[in-house]
Nanobody
Framework: QVQLVESGGEWVQTGGSLRLSCVASGRTDSSAGMGWFRQAPGKERDFVAGITWSGNKIEYRESVKGRFNISRDNAKNTLYLRMTSLLPEDTAVYYC?????????????????????WGQGTQVTVSS
């Protein structure tokens, strides 16, 4: 019912910036919220940032606060993640996710099990 396609992942040096994009299609009118997750080699998929459907709530994981910014363009059905001051620890495959669970509408959901649609992932590599 919903398709998500991420793009924008690249190689970048420490301190650099990137903007990831996620284009949503299908029955996006059922969305309760969207978020970004990342997964480094051999590690779990972890929450990065999330935004509720209304845009009233935004949350970030502690390690990216002040460096990353999540935003939406509803006219284009696109979610963005602006990343600045990138660090080697930010290296991972970044995934766009969407949830239709309504309890994720008043508050941002941050667990992988709370999202039911996922993109294919885009690789971000930060070198020193």
């Amino acid at each position: 019912q919903v398709q998500l396609v991420e793009s924008g992942g690249e190689w970048v040096q420490t301190g650099g910036s990137l903007r990831l994009s996620c284009v949503a299609s299908g029955r996006t009118d059922s969305s309760a919220g969207m978020g970004w997750f990342r997964q480094a080699p051999g590690k779990e998929r972890d929450f990065v940032a999330g935004i509720t459907w209304s845009g009233n709530k935004i949350e970030y994981r502690e390690s990216v606060k002040g460096r990353f910014n999540i935003s939406r363009d509803n006219a284009k059905n696109t979610l963005y993640l602006r990343m600045t001051s990138l660090l080697p620890e930010d290296t991972a495959v970044y995934y766009c996710a969407l949830t239709t669970y309504y309890y994720c509408s008043p508050y941002v959901c941050s667990r992988t099990s709370e999202y039911n649609y996922w993109g294919q992932g885009t690789q971000v590599t930060v070198s020193s």
